[in-house]
């Protein structure tokens, strides 16, 4: 079984940052790749970006050049630096682990969750 802790969210202004963590536990981390998703009120919750276990990354064309994701595999830890935030980055986001190495866009393909952490981004 894998736990993972999100942390980091919290409210924000148009064009501001933030930087939220994912705490894994409970399997090796180093080979499982990693994924942030999101999900706003009454909308599916989508893709935002992964990273393998080897380091390369995948975005949603919505956060390229916006958002960063980035691992620290000493620490079992999983960051999204997200910079000039956009009302429409709200939603609550969630960190995913997969027992595959890829990084995928899919949600199907991430087998254990942490339970979010919300994001606010005020105009």
């Known amino acids: 079984q894998v736990q993972l802790v999100e942390s980091g969210g919290g409210l924000v202004q148009a064009g501001g940052s933030l930087r939220l963590s994912c705490a894994a536990s409970g399997r090796s981390f180093s080979t499982s790749a990693m994924g942030w998703f999101r999900q706003a009120p009454g909308k599916e919750r989508d893709f935002v970006a992964a990273i393998s276990w080897s380091g390369a990354t995948n975005y949603a064309d919505s956060v390229k050049g916006r958002f960063t994701i980035s691992r620290d595999n000493a620490k079992n830890t999983v960051y999204l630096q997200m910079v000039s935030l956009k009302p429409e980055d709200t939603a609550v986001y969630y960190c995913?682990?997969?027992?595959?190495?890829?990084?995928?866009?899919?949600?199907?393909?991430?087998?254990?969750w942490g339970q979010g952490t919300p994001v606010t981004v005020s105009s």
């Open positions: 995913a682990a997969s027992r595959g190495g890829g990084a995928y866009s899919i949600k199907g393909l991430y087998d254990y």
